[in-house]
């Protein structure tokens, strides 16, 4: 634990986690300093929309399952119900400051009704585009870390924001899918240039990266990127002994919906807090393997961060 509260960067690969490959030099650098692991989801609806889709996971990296279910007008039975106010992430999280960044219309509105800051890509990049500047997206790197506090290698007192959240991804094409895995690549790069180990930002920056699967074909996806223990045990006599894993419970009680394969991917790293595992590469065999962290719902996922900031209590031991 940190003697102060720590400042969170989070970039979200949204669909790029099956185009990794070997060139993506710097994601695979950081899962090799980092503590990885998986985040589970629920199943997808049946006939879910990609914007929809977006939307639905990103409320639930947020824990925000009823705020989705009150934008679409359904009222949930069982683990989210409607309720006539949202409370916003400074109301949940104990006045925390936290944007979101993306260029997606949709989960901008959502934002806003969670009480995020959006801003705009355009508001960090030179020439009002999203190309790399060189070297590794450097100026986009020092743009996202002053919203921190973080300046000059020193950590100011005051900071426009705690969390920072960044939405990268969710192409249409081959194109533009390789385009935003090597703007992710580039942009840890350029942050963990800075944030070297022993620094004053590095000691103080809480960095998450995640790489989602995006839109899954049951059939193509799921023996592939499987994480559950059952899966090579469904029809041993000993099946029925194993003790439920945690991602599968709340609380006291079991999750209903819970999808056993093709998770999101998380690194996260800040010097002398987080656990380095035995990760080498950022990859799903790697993080399975290797990682530190195995698998947590992603509806816990910020309430983990918040903890880091001083804004929530402990979850998990």
């Not at 939307?55 to 989210?80: P, S, W």
């Not at 993306?102 to 901008?108: E, F, P």
């Not at 790069?189 to 103080?204: D, N």
């Amino acid at each position: 634990m940190a003697d102060k509260p720590s400042r969170a960067l989070v970039l979200y690969g949204d669909g790029l986690a099956r185009f990794i490959d070997p060139s993506h030099t710097h994601l695979h650098s950081l899962s090799s300093k980092a503590s990885c692991g998986f985040l589970s989801l629920p199943n997808a609806p049946a006939s879910e929309s990609e914007d929809e889709r977006i939307v639905r996971e990103f409320a639930i990296l947020q824990d925000a399952c009823e705020a989705y279910l009150n934008l679409n007008g359904v009222v949930g039975k069982d683990e989210c119900q409607q309720k006539n106010l949202i409370p916003t992430i400074s109301e949940r999280f104990m006045g925390m400051k936290a944007a979101v960044i993306t260029s997606n219309s949709s989960l901008k509105s959502f934002g806003t009704k969670l009480g995020f800051s959006m801003l705009e890509f355009t508001e960090f990049s030179k020439n009002n585009h999203l190309q790399a500047e060189p070297p590794e997206n450097s100026f986009v790197a020092s743009k996202l870390l002053e919203l921190l506090g973080f300046e000059e290698g020193k950590t100011l007192d005051m900071s426009k924001f705690d969390l920072v959240f960044v939405h990268i991804g969710a192409g249409e094409n081959d194109k533009a899918i390789a385009n935003d895995l090597e703007f992710v690549n580039s942009l840890v790069g350029g942050i963990m240039h800075v944030a070297q180990p022993g620094s004053e930002i590095g000691s103080r920056l809480h960095f998450s990266v995640m790489l989602g699967c995006g839109s899954i074909s049951e059939d193509n996806d799921s023996s592939k990127l499987s994480f559950s223990i059952y899966k090579d045990e469904k029809n041993s006599k000993l099946s029925e002994l194993f003790p439920r894993q945690s991602y599968t419970m709340k609380g006291e009680n079991q999750r209903k919906d819970v999808r056993h394969h093709s998770p999101m991917l998380i690194a996260q790293l800040q010097y002398a807090v987080t656990r380095k595992d035995m990760v080498e590469t950022f990859s799903f065999k790697d993080f399975k393997e290797n990682g530190g962290n195995l698998v947590i719902p992603a509806d816990r996922f910020l309430h983990e961060v918040a903890f880091k900031l001083w804004k929530a209590p402990k979850y998990g031991a």
